[in-house]
């Protein structure tokens, strides 16, 4: 029985775990793909491009998909929607005029079909800045406690230090397995 359990568990553990990074150009998606790769204790190699990465969290496998924001890229990304388990939104805390675009991305996603299943990690980016806006404020204009069909999550973060990064992925680990 124990070893049956453990045999079930590591094959889980191993289990990967598709994850999409999204949001407007210039939030910091790449920067945060970054520091997660620095900061894992067990680093794996690169797989397939230069914009996707394994990363391993307490056993837990995620192939983590930084898709580019650019305006005539946004279009394209329900491409990499089918399998996802996560969704990363990565909010530019400092830029105010853009989050109604980001708002409107982020409900257009929830939307989707293929990401019906999907939980979602709201990074509030740059907390460094002056004048940023706060997780708070953000997840108000976002109208998060509005969403009720997916598992949903803020949490302000400073890519260039790290801070709040682990924060957010123990949040992710926490959801494998509930739903
Ligand atoms: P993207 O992949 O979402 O387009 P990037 O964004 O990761 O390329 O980041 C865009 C710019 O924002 C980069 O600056 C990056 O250093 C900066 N940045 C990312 N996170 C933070 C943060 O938490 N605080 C601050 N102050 N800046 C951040 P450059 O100057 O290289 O374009
Ligand atoms: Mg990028």
Known sequence: MGLLFAK???LFCNQEHKVII????NAG???ILYQFLMNEVVHTSPTIGSNVEE???KNTHFLMWDIGGQESLRSSWNTYYSNTEFIILVVDSIDRERLAITREELYRMLA????RKAAVLIFANKQDMKG???AAEISKYLTLSSIKDHPWHIQSCCALT???LCQGLEWMTSRIGVS
């Open 112 to 115: 989707h079909e293929d990401l």
């Open 55 to 57: 990363i391993v969290v």
């Open 132 to 134: 940023c806006m706060t």
């Open 8 to 10: 079930l568990w590591s």
């Open 29 to 31: 998606k790449t920067t």
């Open 162 to 164: 790290g801070e709040g």
């Open 22 to 25: 999204v949001g407007l150009d």
